[in-house]
Structures are given as structure tokens and as C-alpha cells.
């Protein structure tokens, strides 16, 4: 997967051009985790969207396997932020089966591999709530089941845990490095939080402020097996992840000023 | 033995949630009417404000001669009809609206003008077309319903998360299948709430419309009533609208519970 020279311009309402990306240039291998790091307002969302294929850039390319990314496809699979993208009609295990039975998976099938993957996001018993029901955590969990079980080549999340207490984030970090250990999907996962992105990533890439971000540097985590947050080699990459961003964040805040 | 034991708890707390419902509706009306009777009788004491036993006593007269139920049976079947074809048109054409702009910018010229002229404006029209007949009764309520479930329904279109969209796009569905399993079960709410609401304004246009151009119908004892000075025959029609209202509504709450209750977020 790789950006070439990627560019976004979005135009407001008032028909004022505001190029969020320029001249964006990223590569990430097959099998990797790779996170996003960058302050408010950088663009992460807008390259996760050119990637995911719900818009198109301006200029430059986007290629996966070599071939340029034209619109959205189940091989790109998508965990979004809120809870907005679940389906309030259906159940847990509907919504997880979604994908399959669009694909028209006969049914017995789909419902077996959707519990398959309930179980393996940690809601065994809870297929046959609705969304309304679970808390923000398992709603979640219900997204990545939803991806997984539509098995896609590459997994992009938009800060999946953002909205949730800082316990359940660190327990979601945990068991989603599980799942990717298990499945070695290739994973694009965008934060605004170093500490997630250090506990998480192999590789992070570090954006600068926008307008015309781009990737500033790109730092090789090298922590093999579980990360503990008060090791000195985790603070290590955590100090030099931050001072990498450090100018970033303070670029952004003034310019929000 | 088995007599002697107490209900189980869950049982008890059902039986008092049933209570605290109707036991409060009962009460509500029961106040209702007691001021009414207040009114009636001390504060106005005219015969051209009846107190409430005089007109439940006039209405089961009417009732049991028939002469209600005619009339209450034209009235309602007038609005049933009227209001399934409005919302059986009103739904996809709102859909519609709401998915494809072109079609939106088409159509809006004629919801947003039709809709600021009421339908009672409407009847002198409906009248002159149909006559007297059913035809034109159930054009109004057909006109009447229709503006509302498609305004609703258009909105709705318009209110779904975008997240919701990409979600299934990414996940490989189709456009059609976007449509069908994602725009229009997310859809289901607002219809009913369009429906729901042209549901009331039918009762309003039914009435008018028969005050003005009817053989038969609560509008058309209430005229009659007005023609003959038949106050307690007034107060009859009324009551019944009253009462058949909110049975209707409270029916379509009821049904949007057991049948739509997991559409709606609030459930």
C-alpha cells in the first residue's frame, strides 16, 4: 500500500480552498501495524479516507497491490470513531454478519462465523442485543468483529478507542494487538495519542501540522512481544516519538489560536 | 398452599407499572370530565354547554339507535383509506427525494408549494372535482397525509450517520444493497413519525370537510347539529372525535412498539 505524492484540496462553503495534505508520500508493507500519529487537525482523517477509497484525492496516487484505489472495497476494511456506523436495527451478531450477507454467505454459515468472531472480541452471549444496549466499549468490539469477519486484506481504524474511559482503552489496545498477532492483518491505525501509538504500532508515522501535512519522520518500534508502559525502552520511544511531534502540537495549537 | 403465596415480585412490578399507565390515564379523564361538569353546571349553566351526563347520555342514544356508528363509520373509513394511499405514495416518493438530489430539486417546487395550502383550502376544490361523494373526501386526506410522510421521510434520508454509508461500502455492499438494508431500515422511524402526525391532521380535514360537503360523518352531525340547535348532538360528535383520536394514536403507538420498536434509538 502507498500514498505517491498525494494531495487534498476540500473547498468550504464560502469557496474557499483548504489543502489539507500535499506532496503525501507513505508506504506501508503487508502484515505491518502502522499508526498514524499527528496533532488535531493534521489530516490523519483525510488520508484514511483517500485510502478508504470515500474520496478521491486531487492529485497524486494511491496504490494497493499496485493498483490504484478507485472507490471503497470490502479489501480496505473500515472501524470508525463513534458508534454511527453500527446498525441500531440489528443485533449484535447481525451487524457483524453484515458484510457476509451482502456477499450472500448462506445464512447458517455467516451466523457461525459471525459468533466465531463475537467470541473472539471478547461478546460471547452478547449476539442477540442491540447496539443501544451495550456499552461503548463492546459497541467497539462489535466494529472490529464486523471487519474481521469480512476477512479484507488491510484493516484502517480512525482512533477506534477515542471516545472510551481510559481502563477499556487500554484493555481494547491489548486485545486488538492479540488479534493482530493472530491474524496479521495489515493494520493503518490513526491516534492523536502517543502512548496508544507506541503501545501499538511497529512502525509510526509522525504528521506534521496541517494545512499541506505530510509525514515528518518515521520511527521503527522495536518492542518485541507484550509493552509495558513503565519499561524503559517503551519510555524511550515514547520520549523520542514526542519530541518528533512536539513542534507539530505546538504549530497546530497556534494556529488555532 | 399455592393460593396463600405471594405473587412473584416481578409479577408485582408489572402489575404496578400497568396500574401507574392506566391508572393515570383513568385519572386524567376522570378529572377531565369532573371539570367540565364543574364548568357546566355552576360557572356557565346554559343548555348551550351541556354537562358531561347529559351528553354521554344523548351519545348512547345515538349509539344505540345506530345513528353513531354511521356516522363514526363513514368518518374513519374516509380517513383510513385516504391516509394509506398518501402513505403508500408519500413513502417512496420521499425516499426518492431523499437519496437523489436531482430528483429532490424536481420535486421540491411542488411539496414545498402544495404543502402551504391547507387542505381545508383544498375542499371547495375537491368539491367541485369529486362532488360530494367519498372521491373527494379521500382526495383531501390523501392530500393532507401525503406532504407529511414525504417531508419526513426525505428528512430521514438526509439524517443518516454518512458513517453508516461508508461503513457498508467498505464492507462490499452494493448501492441497491445500501439502499435497502442500510437507508431504509434507518429510514423506518421518521416514516412513522410522518405518519403519525398526518394520522392527527386527518382528523382535522375530515371534519371540515364534511361540515362542508357530506351526507354523512362526525363533521356532518356536528352541522347538523348547529342547523337543528341540537347542542347535546354537537358535544357528541365532539367527544367522539376526541376519544377516537387518541384510540388511533394510542393504536399507532402501540404498533410502531411492537412492530418498529428496534428502529427507534430510544427503545
Known amino acids: 500500500m502507498s500514498f505517491r505524492d498525494v494531495e487534498k484540496t476540500y473547498r468550504s462553503l464560502q469557496g474557499v480552498d483548504y489543502t489539507a495534505v500535499e506532496h503525501f508520500s507513505l508506504d506501508i508493507e503487508a502484515g505491518e501495524f502502522f499508526c498514524l500519529l499527528g496533532p488535531s487537525g493534521c489530516g490523519k482523517t483525510t488520508v484514511l479516507k483517500l485510502l478508504a477509497g470515500f474520496e478521491a484525492p486531487t492529485a497524486g496516487q494511491i496504490l494497493m497491490d499496485g493498483r490504484p484505489v478507485t472507490g471503497a472495497s470490502r479489501d480496505r476494511a473500515v472501524v470508525f470513531q463513534g458508534d454511527d456506523s453500527l446498525y441500531g436495527w440489528l443485533t449484535a451478531v447481525e451487524n457483524v454478519e453484515f458484510g457476509l450477507r451482502m456477499r450472500r454467505v448462506p445464512r447458517s454459515e455467516r451466523r457461525e462465523r459471525a459468533l466465531r468472531q463475537l467470541d473472539l472480541v471478547g461478546l460471547t452471549g452478547q449476539a442477540q442485543k442491540y447496539p443501544a444496549e451495550l456499552s461503548g466499549g463492546m459497541k467497539q468490539r462489535i466494529q472490529i468483529a464486523r471487519v474481521l469477519a469480512n476477512e479484507p486484506t488491510m484493516l484502517l481504524m480512525d482512533e477506534p478507542f477515542a471516545a472510551l474511559d481510559a481502563q477499556t482503552r487500554a484493555l481494547m489496545q491489548e486485545e486488538l494487538a492479540g488479534i493482530w498477532r493472530a491474524t496479521r492483518t495489515t493494520v493503518l491505525f490513526i491516534t492523536h495519542d502517543i502512548d496508544e501509538a507506541v503501545t501499538l504500532g511497529q512502525r509510526i508515522g509522525v504528521m506534521r501540522a496541517g494545512p499541506a501535512a505530510q509525514v515528518k519522520g518515521v520511527i521503527e518500534v522495536t518492542l518485541n512481544g507484550a509493552r509495558s508502559r513503565t519499561d524503559d525502552v517503551f519510555l524511550k520511544y515514547y520520549r523520542r516519538v514526542h519530541d518528533m511531534i512536539r513542534d507539530e502540537v505546538a504549530a497546530a495549537a497556534g494556529r488555532g489560536r | 398452599m399455592t393460593r396463600s403465596r405471594p405473587p412473584p415480585a416481578g409479577g408485582d412490578k408489572r402489575v404496578r407499572r400497568v396500574w401507574s399507565v392506566y391508572g393515570g390515564y383513568a385519572l386524567g379523564f376522570v378529572s377531565l370530565f369532573v371539570i367540565w361538569h364543574l364548568a357546566a353546571v355552576y360557572f356557565v349553566g346554559s343548555v348551550l354547554f351541556p354537562p358531561?351526563?347529559?351528553?354521554?347520555?344523548?351519545?348512547?342514544?345515538?349509539?344505540?339507535?345506530?345513528?353513531?356508528?354511521?356516522?363514526?363509520?363513514?368518518?374513519?373509513?374516509?380517513?383510513?383509506?385516504?391516509?394509506?394511499?398518501?402513505?403508500?405514495?408519500?413513502?417512496?416518493?420521499?425516499?426518492?427525494?431523499?437519496?437523489?438530489?436531482?430528483?429532490?430539486?424536481?420535486?421540491?417546487?411542488?411539496?414545498?408549494?402544495?404543502?402551504?395550502?391547507?387542505?381545508?383550502?383544498?375542499?371547495?376544490?375537491?368539491?367541485?372535482?369529486?362532488?360530494?361523494?367519498?372521491?373527494?373526501?379521500?382526495?383531501?386526506?390523501?392530500?393532507?397525509?401525503?406532504?407529511?410522510?414525504?417531508?419526513?421521510?426525505?428528512?430521514?434520508?438526509?439524517?443518516?450517520?454518512?458513517?453508516?454509508?461508508?461503513?457498508?461500502?467498505?464492507?462490499?455492499?452494493?448501492?441497491?444493497?445500501?439502499?435497502?438494508?442500510?437507508?431504509?431500515?434507518?429510514?423506518?422511524?421518521?416514516?412513522?413519525?410522518?405518519?403519525?402526525?398526518?394520522?392527527?391532521?386527518?382528523?382535522?380535514?375530515?371534519?371540515?370537510?364534511?361540515?362542508?360537503?357530506?351526507?354523512?360523518?362526525?363533521?356532518?352531525?356536528?352541522?347538523?347539529?348547529?342547523?337543528?340547535?341540537?347542542?347535546?348532538?354537537?358535544?357528541?360528535?365532539?367527544?367522539?372525535?376526541?376519544?377516537?383520536?387518541?384510540?388511533?394514536?394510542?393504536?399507532?403507538?402501540?404498533?410502531?412498539?411492537?412492530?418498529?420498536?428496534?428502529?427507534?434509538?430510544?427503545?
Open chain 2, 52 to 267: 358531561p351526563v347529559i351528553v354521554f347520555r344523548k351519545g348512547w342514544v345515538l349509539a344505540r339507535t345506530g345513528v353513531l356508528w354511521e356516522h363514526l363509520s363513514a368518518s374513519l373509513q374516509r380517513i383510513l383509506a385516504g391516509f394509506l394511499v398518501g402513505s403508500a405514495l408519500g413513502m417512496p416518493i420521499g425516499l426518492a427525494m431523499g437519496s437523489f438530489r436531482p430528483v429532490r430539486r424536481l420535486l421540491e417546487p411542488y411539496t414545498e408549494f402544495l404543502r402551504f395550502i391547507p387542505s381545508v383550502a383544498m375542499i371547495t376544490v375537491a368539491v367541485i372535482w369529486f362532488g360530494i361523494g367519498e372521491a373527494s373526501k379521500i382526495f383531501l386526506i390523501v392530500y393532507t397525509t401525503i406532504f407529511i410522510v414525504i417531508i419526513n421521510t426525505a428528512a430521514g434520508v438526509s439524517a443518516i450517520a454518512p458513517d453508516k454509508i461508508r461503513a457498508a461500502q467498505s464492507l462490499g455492499a452494493s448501492r441497491a444493497q445500501i439502499f435497502l438494508h442500510v437507508a431504509l431500515p434507518a429510514t423506518v422511524p421518521y416514516i412513522l413519525t410522518g405518519m403519525r402526525l398526518a394520522m392527527a391532521n386527518s382528523f382535522t380535514t375530515i371534519v371540515a370537510a364534511e361540515l362542508i360537503a357530506a351526507n354523512d360523518g362526525l363533521g356532518k352531525l356536528l352541522w347538523d347539529g348547529r342547523m337543528f340547535m341540537l347542542v347535546d348532538d354537537i358535544f357528541v360528535s365532539l367527544v367522539t372525535l376526541g376519544l377516537l383520536g387518541f384510540s388511533v394514536d394510542r393504536l399507532f403507538r402501540w404498533s410502531i412498539y411492537v412492530f418498529a420498536g428496534k428502529y427507534s434509538p430510544a427503545t
